[in-house]
């Protein structure tokens, strides 16, 4: 059977248990998805795309990480019934991981990511939603990885988050700002990353931008319609937005091809 052949299990996209034709809707049917996937796979599993509606817990996790030691690809846009443990569990037997998508985390988890042996292949990050304060101001520097992309499209970031991507993440070669809405302060509605530029913090940002090998951001916000869905509070992207990239190393969505890193 073709279904079989574990070189065809490579990636693993469980958005089709979220489907019109699939809707894996308890943890018990996730489950038993996982195990048949992770049994067909035979350990040649290397990307493991998740999907923010499915009921993904503890045990779920497990599964995977025990039965996908080669992971190198982990797309993960919510972790919120996942404990920080069970996390930490996972990425620290996932050795050979390169790229991940995730949320914005806490400062326990940043102080884990400091850990020795910790994917030191990692070179590929994307934000999903929300970055709070701090999360980009952790010493990357100490990390035993070296960034080299940074995807923060449609999130809302805070103005001293960009600041120190620019001063302190020294091997970054790739920046994704696209449709980004910027938080100057608690006092002041956050505004689109294009409009930042008009002042001399955002002109200084820019000009350190351009010296990447390549930078993305949007320069009409005004019309573009995924800019607006920002401006409209829409910062929690339910509806699929996650999946779109500009770089195409992060892009899951093969209707949108945008421009190569």
């Given at each position: 059977?073709?279904?079989?052949?574990?070189?065809?299990?490579?990636?693993?996209?469980?958005?089709?248990?979220?489907?019109?034709?699939?809707?894996?809707?308890?943890?018990?049917r996730?489950?038993?998805?996982?195990?048949?996937?992770?049994?067909?796979?035979?350990?040649?599993?290397?990307?493991?795309v998740?999907?923010?509606?499915?009921?993904?817990?503890d045990?779920?996790?497990?599964?995977?990480?025990q039965?996908?030691?080669?992971?190198?690809?982990?797309?993960?846009?919510?972790?919120?019934?996942?404990?920080?443990?069970?996390?930490?569990d996972?990425?620290?037997?996932?050795?050979?991981?390169?790229?991940?998508?995730?949320?914005?985390?806490?400062?326990?988890?940043?102080?884990?990511?400091?850990?020795?042996?910790?994917?030191?292949?990692?070179?590929?990050?994307?934000?999903?939603?929300?970055?709070?304060d701090?999360?980009?101001?952790?010493?990357?520097?100490?990390?035993?990885?070296?960034?080299?992309?940074?995807s923060?499209?449609?999130?809302?970031?805070?103005?001293?988050?960009l600041?120190?991507?620019?001063?302190?993440?020294?091997?970054?070669?790739?920046?994704?700002?696209?449709?980004?809405?910027?938080?100057?302060?608690?006092?002041?509605e956050?505004?689109p990353?294009?409009?930042?530029?008009?002042?001399?913090?955002?002109?200084?940002?820019?000009?350190?931008?351009?010296r990447?090998r390549?930078?993305?951001?949007?320069?009409?916000?005004?019309?573009?319609?995924?800019?607006?869905?920002?401006?409209?509070?829409?910062t929690w992207?339910?509806?699929?937005?996650?999946?779109?990239?500009?770089?195409?190393?992060?892009?899951?969505?093969?209707?949108?091809?945008?421009?190569?890193?």
């Amino acid at each position: 059977m073709v279904s079989l052949d574990s070189s065809l299990w490579r990636m693993i996209d469980l958005q089709i248990l979220w489907s019109d034709l699939i809707r894996v809707d308890t943890e018990l049917r996730f489950s038993q998805a996982l195990r048949t996937m992770v049994a067909y796979g035979q350990g040649n599993i290397t990307c493991i795309v998740f999907h923010p509606s499915l009921p993904t817990k503890d045990e779920h996790l497990r599964i995977i990480w025990q039965g996908c030691p080669h992971l190198k690809r982990l797309v993960m846009p919510c972790w919120d019934s996942i404990s920080e443990t069970a996390m930490s569990d996972a990425i620290n037997n996932w050795r050979e991981l390169e790229s991940m998508t995730m949320p914005s985390l806490t400062s326990s988890f940043r102080t884990m990511l400091t850990a020795d042996g910790f994917c030191e292949r990692l070179s590929q990050l994307k934000i999903v939603g929300v970055v709070h304060d701090g999360f980009l101001s952790s010493p990357f520097g100490i990390y035993p990885f070296e960034l080299k992309v940074l995807s923060l499209r449609c999130c809302l970031v805070p103005l001293g988050g960009l600041l120190v991507v620019m001063d302190r993440y020294l091997h970054l070669e790739v920046l994704n700002l696209s449709h980004v809405l910027v938080s100057l302060d608690e006092h002041m509605e956050p505004m689109p990353v294009m409009k930042l530029f008009g002042n001399a913090v955002g002109m200084s940002i820019l000009e350190r931008a351009f010296r990447l090998r390549s930078f993305f951001y949007c320069d009409d916000y005004e019309t573009c319609s995924e800019c607006k869905r920002m401006m409209d509070g829409h910062t929690w992207q339910t509806d699929g937005w996650w999946r779109l990239d500009e770089v195409a190393s992060l892009n899951l969505d093969d209707d949108h091809n945008y421009i190569s890193s």
